[in-house]
Each structure stands twice: as C-alpha cells, then as structure tokens.
C-alpha cells in the first residue's frame, strides 16, 4: 500500500459510480467507528479519508486509488478502496436513512467489481442492531463481506479473542460472512497488515 492514493470520485447516487474497471473493496460502519482513521492507516497518508465527528456530512461513496500504475513486479495491482457513507447517528431523519440504504443497495447489488465489503465494529461496542441490519443487506445482496473489529486499544488485550469469539458467533449462520476476524486499532497499527494481506488477496482472486 506504500504509494500515493488520490481521490478520485464522490458518488451520491449510481448515475455517479466511474466506469467499472479495477475490482473494489468497500469499507462500511457506524458513524464514528473510525473508518476514516483506518483507511487512513492502511495507506498511511494521513488526510485521504477525512477524519471527521461530524454526523450527517455526504452521504457519498468516495473511491480511493492507487496512484499511477507502473504493472512493475511488487506494485500494488489496479485496484479501488471505497468509502461507504458511515450509518446509525441517532438524530438521522428518516429521508436520510432511506436515502443510505437506497444508495448502498443499489451499489452492493449493482456492482460486478465490488469483491467484498469490509464492515466496521467498534471493539467497545461490538454488533449492534443497525450493523445488524447492514449485515442483513449484505446478506440479501450476497456480497462478501468480513467483520473488522476497530480501536482494539479502547479495551483490555485479554478481551480482543474473547470479542472475536463472540462475534464470530454472532455472524456464523450469516451467508455471505467471511468467517475470519480482522482486529485492529489504526492509533497503534494493529491488525494493519493483517488487513492490507486481506485485501490484497480478495483483489487477486
Ligand atoms: P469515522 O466517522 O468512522 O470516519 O471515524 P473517525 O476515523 O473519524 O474516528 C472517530 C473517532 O475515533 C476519532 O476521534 C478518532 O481519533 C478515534 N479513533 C479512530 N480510530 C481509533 C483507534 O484505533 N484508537 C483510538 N483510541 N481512537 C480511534
């Protein structure tokens, strides 16, 4: 992942989408999550993702690429990191909810080079009913997808196998989990290369 990632295209609705090209991976989780943080992490640029508390801004998809592509042995191959609007603010009014779930419906059963969705999960809080939910559209949309747990610095070491148990429990009967859990925490790196392996090997599959 050590290349330049540019920003290419915010999508509000799939008249927006670019041209299918590169295969994808998205990342999706409640507001606050640290979605931002950890895309961030993974490319190690700090400002690419916006960090943000701000609940409510664009409910976009952002697409993230590669810089350049030289097809030089070691390069990373073509691909695309896609920012899915974050879900779940208490305040959000209805419109916008139906909006989200429309566009990333829409997306999730629309898009051949989408290879899999990786779906965020707090470590304090673990799977709450509106990931829930997100897991359920996953599941109707049959897109692959793998639970990521995030900020595994907010609990006790000793805790992360015990939440990974409990949510791979949780997920067991899903379809289209990927029965693998990915810790991490993108304040002290864990858990990063784990992630980049994963979706480097989803992308060459
Ligand atoms: P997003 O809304 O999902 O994009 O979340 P952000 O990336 O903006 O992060 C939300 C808050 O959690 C920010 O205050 C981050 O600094 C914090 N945060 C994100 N990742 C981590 C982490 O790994 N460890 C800790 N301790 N805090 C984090």
């Known amino acids: 992942f050590g290349r330049p990632w540019i920003f290419i295209r915010g999508v509000p609705s ?27 992490a993974l490319v190690g640029q700090r400002g690419l993702a916006r960090t943000s508390n701000t609940p409510g801004r ?46 990333v419906f829409d997306y999730l059963r629309g898009r051949a080079t989408l290879k899999r969705v990786y779906v965020l999960i707090d470590s304090r809080h673990g799977i709450k009913k509106n990931d829930d939910e997100v897991l359920d559209l996953l599941d109707k949309a049959a897109v692959s997808y793998q639970i990521v747990l995030t900020k595994t610095d907010k609990i006790k070491e000793a805790g992360v196998p015990r939440l ?5 429990e949780k997920i067991k009967k899903r379809p289209a989990a990927y029965p693998f859990i990915i810790a991490t925490s993108s304040e002290k ?17």
Not at 80 to 92: F, I, R
Not at 95 to 101: R, S
Not at 164 to 168: K, Q, R
């Open 58 to 103: 664009t409910q976009e998809l952002n697409y993230f690429v590669p810089d350049g592509y030289s097809g030089a042995a070691g390069d990373l191959p073509p691909m695309a990191l896609v920012d899915m609007p974050g879900y779940g603010y208490a305040q959000a009014p209805k419109e916008h909810v139906d909006a989200w779930t429309r566009l």
């Open 189 to 205: 790196g864990n858990g990063l290369d784990d992630l980049r392996a994963a979706i480097l090997e989803t992308i060459s599959q």
């Open 14 to 40: 799939m008249d927006f989408l670019p041209p299918e090209g590169p295969l994808e991976v998205a990342f999706a989780g409640r507001s606050n999550v640290g979605k931002s943080s950890l895309i961030n």
């Open 164 to 168: 990974i148990a409990e949510t791979l």
